[in-house]
T-cell receptor, first 115, second 114 residues
Framework: NAGVTQTPKFQVLKTGQSMTLQCAQD?????MSWYRQDPGMGLRLIHY???????DQGEVPNGYNVSRSTTEDFPLRLLSAAPSQTSVYFC??????????????FGSGTRLTVV | AQSVTQPDIHITVSEGASLELRCNYS??????LFWYVQSPGQGLQLLLK??????LVQGIKGFEAEFKRSQSSFNLRKPSVHWSDAAEYFC????????????FGAGTILRVKS
């Protein structure tokens, strides 16, 4: 089925560990983004990309890195996990480089706990 | 900068009753407006969207929303709520000046009483 695939669905990390959250889409969407969802705060933008080789920071980028080597994949790297990064992470994609005319397609999320 | 306010954190309605979820945005130009729904443990699903034209937009699952520029609002409505509508609802705003970025409200949790 076409859509956005995130792996893993659940992850527990120890403080200081690093890991990569995977995101892949098969809709040939130019735009991809990562959000974190915390209770009472809605979704906050971490990083986004308007196409292969182009990334930029969102609202809460500290502690996270991204790269976009292909149109399909947009991994999110946690460099040194901290308890404050305990959250649910969503990847989303959208058609087109500019504008949000079509809305986002979301993945099912990764629930990350840092202990 | 764009911002979105959903004033109600929780709303409880009886099954069969009407529903209105409020959303106010702060943005100078013409925004793109969206409503998403999230069931527990799931991702977000697009309910409806407004870009231009008719200010009353229809979405999936019997939902509709009305854009009121004078009030900077985009409230979501449903005439008769079903138990399966219990979920969290997010309003989001975007604009071409900000590229594809969307700003989300904090969400409203809907509970449905039988």
């Amino acid at each position: 089925n076409a859509g956005v695939t995130q792996t893993p669905k659940f992850q527990v990390l120890k403080t200081g560990q690093s890991m990569t959250l995977q995101c892949a889409q098969d809709m040939n969407h130019e735009y991809m983004s990562w959000y974190r969802q915390d209770p009472g705060m809605g979704l906050r933008l971490i990083h986004y990309s308007v196409g292969a080789g182009i990334t930029d920071q969102g609202e809460v980028p500290n502690g996270y890195n991204v790269s976009r080597s292909t149109t399909e994949d947009f991994p999110l790297r946690l460099l040194s996990a901290a308890p404050s990064q305990t959250s649910v992470y969503f990847c989303a994609s959208s058609e087109g480089r500019q504008g949000t005319n079509y809305g986002y397609t979301f993945g099912s999320g990764t629930r990350l706990t840092v202990v | 900068a764009q911002s979105v306010t959903q004033p109600d954190i929780h709303i409880t309605v009886s099954e069969g009753a009407s529903l209105e979820l409020r959303c106010n945005y702060s943005y100078g130009a013409t925004p793109y407006l969206f409503w998403y729904v999230q069931s527990p443990g799931q991702g977000l699903q697009l309910l409806l969207k407004y870009f231009s034209g008719d200010t009353l937009v229809q979405g999936i699952k019997g939902f509709e929303a009305e854009f009121k520029r004078s009030q900077s609002s985009f409230n979501l409505r449903k005439p008769s709520v079903h138990w399966s509508d219990a979920a969290e609802y997010f309003c989001a705003v975007g604009a071409i000046e900000y590229g594809n970025k969307l700003v989300f409200g904090a969400g409203t949790i809907l509970r449905v009483k039988s």
